[in-house]
């Protein structure tokens, strides 16, 4: 049964929101990601991730319990799914980032933090990035939009990514900043791949993380920097009201 070892499912009047994603580490990740957002929205209510405990990781499970649950009546009940280049929200499931990005790997392994990875770990510079005035880790709280913008174009070039083509993409400190529609299409898998393989100093980090490879450790990223978190997950978890 996909509700098997599920706690807290009930109909209630409480503030909480009982939110199926796709997998156990996605559940890792939203709650992190939760953590980050409410510093900057709070939502007005307390979510409790879940993953579906089908044994597999994708988004029909996530739909089915979720509109299982929600047609039962139990009313606090939602779903997050990725985009996949074709879901569409459909309440009590929404589509993270409403369709700007093909996955959560996309928005976890931004190339912006994936620039100040390498700083972190010491095999970039941000002076290499093109920006002479900062050099370490810490200086990256004094960063420009343009600077950021000069740090994600390095990693997507270095991937082999297209800039040819590009969207406006709205962080937490309301920067906007350009990123590759190739990238923003991109199967999440395929992009950690392609990262991995053409910037390996990355490994350094992915071989620390076990099985969630490069995300947990770029997580640690995201919690030091927060501002540059793309304003699309707040919106869908605001959405889940």
Known sequence: MLTDGIPHL???????????????????????LHQVTSRFFPLGYTPIFLEPHSGTSNCTDVESITNRLHDSGSDLVRGIIDWDGKNVDKH????LGGGN??????????????????VRLGRRSLSEFSIPD?????????LTSSDAQKILDYVTTATGVSNASTADCELHNGWVLKLPTQFLEMRGHDWEE???????????????????????????????FP????????KTLMALK
């Open 10 to 32: 009930k109909i209630s009047t409480d503030d909480r929101r009982q939110i199926f994603v796709e997998s156990k580490l996605d559940v890792i990740y939203f709650q992190r």
């Open 92 to 95: 009590p499931i929404y589509v």
């Open 101 to 118: 990005r093909y996955s959560i790997e996309n928005y976890v392994l931004d190339p912006l933090f994936l620039g100040l990875a390498l």
């Open 134 to 142: 900062l050099c370490t880790y810490i200086d990256a709280a004094k």
């Open 194 to 224: 392609a990262v991995l393989f053409n910037i390996p100093e990355l490994n350094a980090i992915s071989s620390k993380n076990g099985d969630a490879g490069l995300k947990l450790g770029i997580m640690q990223i995201i919690e030091e």
């Open 227 to 234: 501002q540059f978190l793309s304003i699309d997950i707040s």
